[in-house]
């Protein structure tokens, strides 16, 4: 079965901190994403990957950075946590090519920066 | 760019009503569309999708939903709603990112559906 999974489901930091949040899948995909998903915002795309060592910003990228040092992990960094990145944080994977439509999700995790 | 729009943020029905969830969308080209629902505490799940063929696709748990290619719309239905049903869904359109055969996918801001018995 396919599947997504992110290291902690509920993280509390302090502001200034920095934060890594994990995500691995077993499906030897190609493509990572991270979301952040908000009220009224739905869910934007912060950074994906197609590779590994590859990455690309999606549409919120400042204040994050990913790192893609093996396949099936993708980690999301705050450099600096501040409040306004109190939010859930989706990890999403794909396989390649142009017939790959569906992404997978992960279950989420929900990061409060105090 | 390509985007979607879902008009209502809460849809509330009754169980054993039908239930529509609303959803327009923007593309230049061919749309790829897709329906995620989220239960709480959860991840997305895939519901369905529409690539081409057919106008009416079907897709998990009994959901279908209707493409119109003249109203730029992909809205969801279900013949009878189950109170289980009650969770957040998401219309999202695919779009390829710069020339490459990476997909990426444009998510609307959601919907909350309620199901009451």
């Known amino acids: 079965d396919v599947k997504v999974t992110q290291s902690s489901r509920y993280l509390v930091k302090r502001t200034g901190e920095k934060v890594f949040l994990e995500c691995v899948q077993d499906?030897?995909?190609?493509?990572m994403f991270w979301y952040r998903q908000d009220p009224g915002l739905g869910l934007r795309l912060i950074y994906f990957?197609?590779?590994?060592?590859?990455?690309e910003k999606g549409d919120i990228p400042e204040g994050y950075s990913v790192s893609r040092e093996k396949k099936e992990r993708f980690s999301l960094i705050l450099e600096s946590a501040s409040t306004n990145q109190t939010s859930m944080y989706l990890c999403?994977?794909?396989?390649?090519?142009?017939?790959?439509?569906?992404?997978?999700f992960g279950p989420g995790t929900r990061l409060t920066v105090t | 760019a390509q985007s979607v729009a879902q008009p209502e943020d809460q849809v509330n029905v009754a169980e054993g009503n039908p239930l529509t969830v609303k959803c327009t969308y923007s593309?230049?080209?061919?749309?790829?569309l897709f329906w995620y629902v989220q239960y709480p505490n959860r991840g997305l799940q895939f519901l369905l999708k529409?690539?081409?063929?057919?106008?009416l696709v079907k897709g998990s748990y009994g959901f279908e939903a209707e493409f119109n290619k003249s109203q730029t719309s992909f809205h969801l239905k279900k013949p009878s709603a189950l109170v289980s049903d009650s969770a957040l869904y998401f219309c999202?359109?695919?779009?390829?990112?710069?020339?490459?055969?990476?997909?990426?996918?444009?998510f609307g801001r959601g919907t909350q559906l309620t199901v009451w018995p």
């Open positions: 999403a994977s794909s396989p390649p090519g142009y017939n790959s439509y569906e992404q997978y």
């Open positions: 499906m030897d995909h190609e493509n």
């Open positions: 990957s197609y590779d590994v060592k590859m990455k």
């Open positions: 593309v230049s080209g061919n749309p790829y």
């Open positions: 529409y690539i081409t063929g057919d106008n």
């Open positions: 999202a359109v695919r779009d390829i990112y710069r020339g490459s055969t990476l997909g990426r996918l444009y």
